[in-house]
Nanobody, 124 residues
Framework: VQLQASGGGLVQAGGSLRLACRAS????????MGWFRQAPGKEREFVAA????????GYADSVKGRFTISRDNAKNTVYLQMNSLKHEDTAVYFC??????????????????WGQGTLVTVSS
């Protein structure tokens, strides 16, 4: 599967952005999806994950209550709605997919496919 992330940009602290990741190549519903991010000088970290059917979701503590992951299997797309953005949310955001398990969770090693990343910059 190929993943194409979009929706990043520059936003002021307190603002919102919605990221999208469109998949192509195989049946989208076969894949559990996740969002990860990597800030400058830091390791990649888990942000959110969603199961194949969308019924199970999980979030990093740092984004819980502010970010929402969702998916539209008819549109082959997973979304990350980001509200109340903070300067520390600044990072390149990556979407990831796995067909090995119903829900991929927070371990990046469990994901087989990665998108190219989209940059989110939050000005303070």
């Amino acid at each position: 599967v190929q993943l194409q992330a979009s929706g990043g940009g520059l936003v002021q602290a307190g603002g919102s952005l919605r990221l999208a990741c469109r998949a192509s190549g195989r049946t989208f519903g076969d894949y559990a999806m996740g969002w990860f991010r990597q800030a400058p000088g830091k390791e990649r970290e888990f942000v959110a994950a969603i199961s194949r059917g969308g019924g199970v979701t999980g979030y990093a503590d740092s984004v819980k209550g502010r970010f929402t992951i969702s998916r539209d299997n008819a549109k082959n797309t997973v979304y990350l709605q980001m509200n109340s953005l903070k300067h520390e949310d600044t990072a390149v955001y990556f979407c990831a997919a796995t067909s090995q398990i119903y829900y991929g969770g927070s371990d990046s090693h469990g994901y087989d496919f990665w998108g190219q990343g989209t940059l989110v910059t939050v000005s303070s």
